[in-house]
């Protein structure tokens, strides 16, 4: 009779802890912190967790995946380039983003939503001319990336120009941002890219590219961050890329 009788408590004991535990995983809700102990997805009895940690630990809660998915951050498309910030001086423009739904769970983060780029604009006035300003084609490989990423990569092109005058000041450049003007140099080629976004998109020009000048006219430029670096050149060619020297290739602002 003893050896039936502790067969029948056998029998039983699993039945209500398999019955316990079920009605335990249907109240558990994921991402409220800490939970009671119930049965978590490996098998295992103990405490379940809803933080991101939870999947490499393996005490999770038994329906995480589903009430606590890793949603990453989703932003907008950017928006148009803004103007320059102040007319008739080297400035900026700048263009934003917006969140369209915010990380949670763990998921990545939100990029820059903001971005800036260095520009001029002037207001003509009855038909004045202003310089064009340049500064180093260094600055080139992150406006490209950045353009790539746009779908941009497509946009620009290149215009070679022959110097013909350049002002003493280009040589008294000391800062290490100037040194690119100290190769300037009288008779020489030099390309200046038209990028995106100094690209304006409603003429598909760079300000101050010569595009409607005569031919051998004389048309002016200033180098970006030394006021007394400028002179004179001559428009030569239109090309789709700029094969000059790394100290002869600058970029449009």
């Given amino acids: ?4 009788w502790l067969s029948l408590i056998f029998l039983v004991w699993p039945t209500v802890q398999l019955s316990d535990s079920a009605n335990v995983l ?7 912190g800490v939970v009671p102990a119930g049965w978590r997805p490996d098998g295992s009895h103990g405490p379940c967790y809803c933080d991101q940690a939870c999947a490499h630990t393996l005490d999770c809660c038994h329906d995480y995946a589903q009430a606590c998915p890793v949603i990453s951050c989703v932003v907008s498309q950017w928006s148009v380039w803004s103007g320059c910030a102040e007319p008739c001086k080297t400035t900026y423009r700048v ?10 769970n763990g998921g990545e983060p939100c990029p820059p939503l903001e971005e800036r780029a260095g520009c001029v604009e002037y207001w003509s006035q009855q038909g004045a001319e202003f310089p064009a300003l ?9 406006r490209k990336k950045r353009a790539a990423a746009d ?12 110097l013909m005058a350049i002002t003493q000041g280009c040589l008294h ?7 690119w ?10 390309c200046v890219e038209c990028q995106h976004p100094a690209l304006d998109s409603s003429s598909l020009h760079c300000y101050g590219d010569g595009s409607g000048s005569k031919r051998n006219q004389l048309l002016h430029w200033q180098a970006v961050g030394n006021l007394q670096c400028r002179g004179t050149w001559k428009r030569i060619r239109q090309l789709d890329t700029c094969s000059c020297p790394s ?3 600058f970029l449009f602002i």
């Fill in 26 to 32: 249907q109240e558990i809700t994921c991402c409220a």
């Fill in 247 to 249: 100290v002869h290739s």
């Fill in 95 to 104: 263009r934003r983003r917006h969140v369209v739904q915010e990380p949670r």
């Fill in 173 to 179: 450049s000391h800062r290490s941002y100037t040194h």
């Fill in 151 to 162: 779908g941009n990569e497509r946009a620009g092109y290149c215009v070679e120009f022959q």
């Fill in 134 to 142: 340049i500064t180093t084609g260094g600055f080139g490989k992150a």
């Fill in 1 to 4: 009779k003893s050896t039936l």
């Fill in 181 to 190: 003007m100290r190769y300037l140099r009288e008779g020489h080629t030099v």
